[in-house]
């Protein structure tokens, strides 16, 4: 069969195909703990719920404008005032099907075959292939001093005269960091001067822990005019644990929305009314959800860490924000997808293999799930890697002799 030299570059991705393993060996009655998973497991918020039904009691589902329906272009442009102090025009708004699309169509505008877009590692795991699937090339920075932590010099060193655009994620996923306020405004800047498109994927925005306060780009701006190469990426996925309904956005320049617009208008054209619709709901109702998850995701990254502190060898960065934490467990096995299967065969834990986002040694370990999830994971992880545990476990009635050593 002959497809396409682009199509043959995509990867399948990881952690999607997590999840359907996870629905596999559930299925056949495997007593799985799924800790690789990206979505909170809270309710929707009922406002998203009721503004959906409402839509679908009409009986008129139709096609929407590719650019999204006024009432969420005007939720979002409210978003966009109340979180980022920012007031900007329906022409400067694009909702899509989740964060995901509009990051895709927003490299789709601005690279051109060959042409680079630089991102800190680790990275999410879509980017790389986003970026191949432009025919560009994805750049991965690691911060040069090993923290999750990048400084300006590690962007600097990569920008070349092919390169088109960064991309900024933080709170980052797979790591938890949230980058210091010195980078966010270095990197704005940066950006600025060199005259590069900088695309801020600000998906946890919200989920952040310890106090802290969102750090918000528009702050360093310098040129808030019609020119700015700055595109601001979000969604209701994460902080209204939404993930199902698939609704993000792009806030960016009228230019640049436009031909995002017309892009996304050939693709898919705009999202379902219903989904949008429950969007809405979810931006303009009571936000105490959106707290309450952030609340319990603390909590769940408080436990995590204790456990994975008392674990032998793993090198642990405490995560600022997100659902991640990303544990260096190279003491054990440095190839990660091999440890990572080692752990479902043996103990029937789920975990992303940190090669996926870029560095191997590390495993993405989520806190999304229940506290319950994350002990006995990490109990069952503890006892197949560390050999000075019991050589007995039970998972459920069932008892597991170690038999390797
Ligand atoms: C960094 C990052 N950006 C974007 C997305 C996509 O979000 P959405 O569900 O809105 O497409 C994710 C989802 O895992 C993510 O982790």
Redesign the pocket.
């Known amino acids: 069969m002959s497809i396409s030299e682009i199509a043959k570059k995509i990867k399948a991705s990881p952690?999607l195909a997590l999840n359907e393993k996870a629905a596999i060996l559930r299925e056949k009655g495997d007593p799985v703990i799924h800790l690789g998973g990206?979505e909170p497991k809270s309710k929707v918020p009922l406002d998203a719920l009721v503004a959906a039904a409402g839509a679908l009691n009409t009986g008129e589902i139709r096609y929407t404008p590719a650019d999204g329906i006024p009432a969420l272009k005007k939720a979002i442009i409210r978003y966009t005032e109340e979180f980022y102090g920012r007031m900007v025009e329906p022409e400067n708004v694009m909702a899509s099907g989740?964060?995901?699309?509009a990051?895709m169509i927003a490299l789709q505008t601005v690279l051109n075959p060959q042409e680079e877009v630089i991102y800190p590692s680790p990275y999410?795991v879509?980017y790389p292939d986003m970026a191949k699937l432009c025919q560009a090339i994805g750049v991965a920075a690691p911060p040069e001093d090993g923290t999750f932590y990048p400084r300006i010099q590690d962007i600097e060193q990569r920008v070349g005269s092919y390169t088109k655009a960064v991309i900024i994620?933080s709170p980052n996923?797979p790591s938890g960091a949230m980058y210091s306020e010195q980078f966010i405004s270095d990197i704005v800047e940066f950006c600025e001067k060199k005259d590069l498109y900088l695309i801020m994927?600000d998906?946890?925005h919200r989920l952040i822990f310890d106090n802290r306060k969102p750090i918000n780009c528009y702050d360093y701006v310098k040129d808030l005019s019609e020119n700015s190469k700055l595109i601001v990426v979000n969604?209701?996925?994460?902080q209204y644990a939404m993930?199902g309904f698939?609704?993000?956005w792009a806030v960016a320049n009228k230019k640049l929305i436009e031909t995002m617009t017309n892009i996304q208008g050939h693709q898919t054209s705009g999202p379902s009314v219903l989904l949008q619709k429950a969007a809405v709901g979810a931006i303009n109702g009571v936000q105490s959800s959106v707290e309450n998850l952030r609340v319990t995701l603390e909590n769940n990254r408080n436990v995590m860490i204790d456990y994975l502190n008392s674990f032998e060898g793993v090198k642990v960065t405490k995560p600022d924000g997100t659902f991640y934490c990303f544990a260096d467990f190279s003491v054990y096995e440095k190839d990660s997808t091999k440890l990572s299967n080692y752990l479902i065969d043996k103990v029937q834990v789920l975990t992303v293999p940190g090669v996926e986002f870029g560095m191997e040694g590390y495993l993405r370990l989520s806190f999304c799930g229940g506290i319950k999830d994350i002990t006995e994971g990490i109990e069952r992880m503890k006892w197949a890697l560390d050999l000075n545990s019991p050589n007995e476990l039970y998972i459920g009635d069932r008892k597991l002799v170690r038999d390797w050593t």
Request: avoid cysteine.
């Open positions: 952690t990206g989740g964060a995901k699309q990051v999410w879509s994620n996923n994927d998906i946890y969604g209701v996925s994460k993930t698939r609704i993000g």
